[in-house]
């Protein structure tokens, strides 16, 4: 007698399902019996490896939650906080990161759901792309160790490097409704974060730190009474402000609760990347900004236009009156662009630019190698020469590290990102995030020609996310969908949420 169709899908799915959590099983086994063979020698390692078994049954349970606390730990939190916590770590030695745990965590369950999701022909080609790219980075973290570079510093670079793939990750959360609202409210929240940090910092008079990614760093060049510039997290700053804004002009929310947050965030990233009085990050968070005004409907880009006129004659009047110095600070820092001729940041950028160009000449294809190094100094400056592998100008620092090809694969995926038109039937919601990516990206693309924002830790997983963002539309729920979604029947094999 056949067997009711019922009873075949139902052993099918029981066999998938089980081939599915069986590998998951057998690396459950492996790391615990590799965790309690090292236990004995070291006990960190079993702490370590707890926590690592608990993130990766996070990233499969909630994986918008994983990715969140990825981008709070890099975005946010110090990184000498995160090596203090790290495993095998310590004062310029920085071992296994939290955040690291998370990021592979986090791969490991996309690279199991992206098999089965519907992807369109430019999601597949720039997954595929992203792919190489960190196939390549790998190739790089054991060219740089086969150099004899130090170890430490190749596994910084990896590690920053290698955070872009919070693209692979991001891509299964976006491309379905009730995950994507939540990464988007979990993004407004890690802004709101970073933006409270960020005047914490300032207003706490937060020493300047070791790693040079906290704090407020003492004077301001081509200023007469400049007490200090905000450091800790001044390549995020503008990244939320483009998003917030993007949000409250294209995202028709209706909810006051969500729109005071955004208001919020959007007002203490702004007031943080003021008194970074970096010119580099205000044009980016500026380029940002018109970019999405630019995109923008006709009537709404005029009403904006007039209430952020409004908003600036009244946020200057009350920042004259609070607080005259910091406005006049900042008058004398935008006034000195004009005077990049006796700008000795201007100086140097070149001439460390003049060392990273020669070694690009060196390997054009292949690269240095993380953990690669040059020796330079200042001389005009009385500074003396020193081994760096640091490089003001993000392009020419990828290009050395990873290789020119490489390189421009990265490059170009960001430039092809900033073009999409608005796509038919797309929520609201969705048109404001890849706009708000979108000019983020562009304002990045930006500031990357004097800041490097390759090679931060803080700003490389927010890369990624942008990339996914821009390149990821959703639609409006046709009547059918829409009761198929709130009966929960469009779930697939993989939790998405």
């Given at each position: 007698m056949t067997e009711p169709a019922s009873?075949?899908?139902?052993?099918?799915?029981?066999?998938?399902?089980?081939?599915?959590?069986?590998p998951l099983f057998a690396l459950a086994l492996a790391l615990a019996g590799g965790a309690a063979a090292a236990a004995a020698n070291q006990p960190k390692l079993l702490l370590g490896g707890a926590v690592a078994l608990c993130v990766l049954a996070l990233a499969f349970r909630m994986p918008v939650a994983n990715?969140?606390?990825?981008?709070?730990?890099?975005?946010?939190?110090?990184?000498?906080?995160?090596?203090?916590?790290?495993?095998?770590?310590?004062?310029?030695?920085?071992?296994?990161?939290?955040?690291?745990?998370?990021?592979?965590?986090?791969?490991?369950?996309?690279?199991?759901?992206?098999?089965?999701?519907?992807?369109d022909r430019r999601r597949y080609l720039y997954s595929l792309a992203m792919f190489l790219f960190l196939a390549l980075v790998a190739i790089q973290v054991v060219h740089g160790l086969h150099a004899g570079y130090l170890r430490s510093t190749v596994g910084q670079e990896g590690r920053v490097l290698l955070g872009l793939g919070t693209f692979l990750?991001?891509?299964?959360?976006?491309?379905?409704?009730?995950?994507?609202?939540r990464l988007l409210g979990a993004l407004s929240v890690v802004a709101l974060a970073l933006g409270a940090w960020g005047m914490l910092q300032w207003l706490g008079h937060y020493s300047f730190g070791a790693a040079g990614d906290?704090?407020?760093?003492?004077?301001?060049?081509?200023?007469?009474?400049?007490?200090?510039?905000?450091?800790?997290?001044?390549?995020?700053?503008p990244v939320a402000i483009v998003f917030c804004f993007a949000a409250l002009t294209l995202g028709e929310i209706r909810s006051w609760l969500w729109r005071s947050l955004l208001i919020a965030a959007l007002a203490l990233n702004i007031a943080s990347c003021l008194v970074t009085f970096e010119r580099s990050f205000w044009l980016d968070a500026v380029a940002g900004v018109a970019f999405v005004l630019?995109?923008?409907?006709?009537?709404?880009?005029?009403?904006?236009?007039?209430?952020?006129?409004?908003?600036?004659?009244?946020?200057?009047?009350?920042l004259s009156a609070v607080?005259?110095?910091?406005l006049t600070t900042a008058q004398q820092r935008l006034n000195s662009i004009g005077a990049y001729q006796s700008d000795d940041a201007v100086r140097y950028r070149v001439v460390e630019s003049g060392f990273v160009y020669h070694r690009i000449r060196a390997h054009p294809l292949e690269g240095s190698g993380l953990g690669a190094t040059i020796f330079w100094g200042q001389p005009w400056a009385r500074v003396p020469p020193k081994t760096r592998n640091y490089s003001h100008d993000g392009y020419l620092w990828l290009a050395w590290k990873v290789g020119l090809p490489a390189a421009a694969l990265l490059v170009l995926l960001?430039?092809?990102?900033?073009?999409?038109?608005?796509?038919?039937?797309?929520?609201?919601?969705?048109?404001?995030?890849?706009?708000?990516?979108?000019?983020?990206?562009?304002?990045?693309?930006?500031?990357?020609i004097t800041f490097p924002?390759?090679?931060?830790?803080?700003?490389?997983?927010?890369?990624?996310?942008?990339?996914?963002?821009?390149?990821?539309?959703?639609?409006?729920?046709?009547?059918?969908?829409s009761r198929r979604l709130r009966s929960g029947e469009s779930r697939g094999a993989l939790q998405v949420g």
């Open positions: 009873a075949v899908t139902a052993a099918g799915e029981r066999s998938r399902s089980l081939l599915f959590w069986l990715l969140a606390l990825l981008l709070f730990l890099t975005a946010v939190v110090p990184f000498q906080v995160l090596n203090r916590f790290s495993i095998g770590g310590g004062l310029n030695s920085p071992g296994l990161l939290f955040s690291d745990v998370f990021l592979l965590a986090g791969l490991v369950w996309a690279a199991l759901a992206l098999p089965s999701l519907p992807l990750i991001a891509l299964p959360l976006l491309a379905h409704a009730p995950s994507r609202r906290v704090g407020v760093r003492a004077g301001v060049r081509l200023t007469s009474g400049g007490s200090g510039q905000l450091q800790g997290g001044e390549f995020g700053f630019a995109l923008a409907p006709g009537g709404k880009r005029l009403r904006v236009l007039a209430a952020l006129t409004a908003v600036a004659v009244i946020g200057l009047g009350a607080s005259p110095q910091t960001l430039a092809l990102s900033l073009f999409g038109r608005k796509a038919l039937n797309e929520e609201p919601l969705s048109l404001a995030a890849r706009r708000g990516a979108q000019g983020a990206i562009l304002g990045l693309l930006v500031a990357t924002s390759f090679s931060q830790l803080s700003i490389a997983p927010v890369i990624g996310l942008l990339l996914a963002l821009a390149v990821s539309p959703s639609f409006r729920a046709q009547p059918a969908e």
